[in-house]
């Protein structure tokens, strides 16, 4: 089931205010956030448009953690941070997603809870291309 209000559900001008499709998962989207204050931050979007982990069945759950923890490994992987943040929200968009946000010790807010868009670092196209392709690299090998 899709919603067609849903950036995750229906991407294209949605979803660019504010991310950047990567790759498909298992059961979810590998999204890049554009805010990269913290650099290798990532979006893992469930594929239907549903609000709660409790809406959906046991085995999808396991399916969706487990490609939370694919791209988790693949952000370690490709940007070695020192920890990474679970940010698990959809009370705006009523859309199951997972924000992992890498944490630096040499970084803004280590020790803390990450700010959800600080609206501080934005990147070139090149850039944000450079960063997909690193992370879908590391994906490959996992």
Same mark, same amino acid.
């Given at each position: ?89 959809? #009370? ?15 970084? #803004? ?34």
């Amino acid at each position: 089931m899709k919603d067609n209000n849903c950036a995750y559900c229906m991407r294209g001008e949605l979803l660019d205010a504010f991310g950047i499709f990567v790759c498909e998962l298992s059961v979810s989207s590998l999204i890049l956030f554009k805010e990269q204050s913290k650099r290798g931050r990532f979006i893992v979007a469930y594929k239907d448009h549903v609000s709660e982990i409790v809406n959906i069945s046991e085995e999808e759950r396991n399916a969706f953690m487990a490609d939370v923890t694919r791209a988790a490994k693949a952000i370690h992987k490709a940007f070695s941070p020192d920890k990474l943040n679970y940010g698990m929200y959809g #009370d705006t968009g009523c859309h199951l997603h997972m924000h992992i946000v890498p944490k630096y010790k040499d970084g #803004d807010e280590w020790g803390g809870t990450f700010q959800m868009n600080p609206q501080k670092t934005f990147l070139t196209e090149a850039e944000y291309k450079e960063l997909a392709e690193k992370v879908k690299e590391s994906l490959e090998t996992i």
